[in-house]
């Protein structure tokens, strides 16, 4: 049991689509995290939130747009992606957020998006 | 630059023991975590380092040699179910979290 659920757990979608990827915590924690994987590649954070406030967003593109509305929550708006952009969206959550503690993420079970 | 580096997949047999080998060059060291992650599920968090030395936790162990900047991960008595990717992830000096691709392990009978 994770803690972390994501829906939906597969997508495919067209390259002029619009779609939003959800996740939600259980656990009480104050950071949510939206990672991209790719095969053989490590995981690429993408995007870091801590208290609903964006501290991190690692130059990607502005066909992804985060969403925090609160602490338990977030999404991952999509328009207009490429086929590169196929992969794996993992969620993750953790207590306080990057810089402040050592501590566990929490990860949630990924969308796998495929581009076509 | 960061770097974590990691076999992209071993093969090993149900019953043996497997040694999964990490190396890193980071930008200040905080602890290396190790993850697992089955085919399709969430990444989970098997152990943490931070001193030098082995650390051992049922069937599995994680070792750590910062002056080498080597960790692994060592499975005794492997089973079917131990066939996943496993991530190594350090923090750096700014408790931001360097991955490596992970290593996939394919367990035989």
């Known amino acids: 049991e994770t803690g972390v659920t994501q829906t939906p757990r597969h997508l495919v979608m067209g390259m002029t689509n619009k779609k939003s990827l959800k996740c939600e915590q259980h656990?009480?924690?104050?950071?949510m995290y939206w990672y991209k994987q790719s095969a053989k590649k490590p995981l690429e954070l993408m995007f870091v939130?801590?208290?609903?406030?964006?501290?991190e967003n690692n130059s990607v593109p502005s066909r992804f747009s985060p969403e925090c509305p609160n602490s338990s929550h977030l999404f991952l708006h999509l328009h207009t992606l490429q086929p590169e952009d196929s992969a794996l969206y993992l969620c993750?959550?953790?207590?306080?957020?990057?810089?402040?503690?050592?501590?566990?993420?929490?990860f949630g079970p990924g969308t796998r998006l495929l581009v076509l | 630059g960061q770097n974590i580096d990691q076999p992209t997949e071993m093969t090993a047999t149900e019953g043996a023991i497997v040694q999964i080998n990490c190396t890193y060059q980071t930008s200040g060291f905080n602890g290396l975590f190790w993850y697992q992650q089955h085919a399709g599920e969430a990444p989970t968090f098997l152990s943490y380092?931070?001193l030098d030395g082995l650390e051992e936790k049922g069937r599995f162990s994680s070792f750590l040699s910062r002056s080498k900047g080597y960790s692994y991960l060592l499975l005794k008595e492997l089973q079917m179910k131990d066939s996943a990717s496993y991530l190594c992830a350090v923090l750096d000096s700014n408790y931001q979290l360097i991955w490596g691709a992970g290593t996939k392990l394919i367990i035989k009978p």
């Open positions: 656990l009480g924690h104050n950071a």
């Open positions: 993750a959550s953790s207590p306080l957020g990057p810089g402040l503690a050592i501590e566990t993420q929490y």
């Open positions: 380092n931070v």
């Open positions: 939130y801590s208290l609903e406030e964006r501290v």
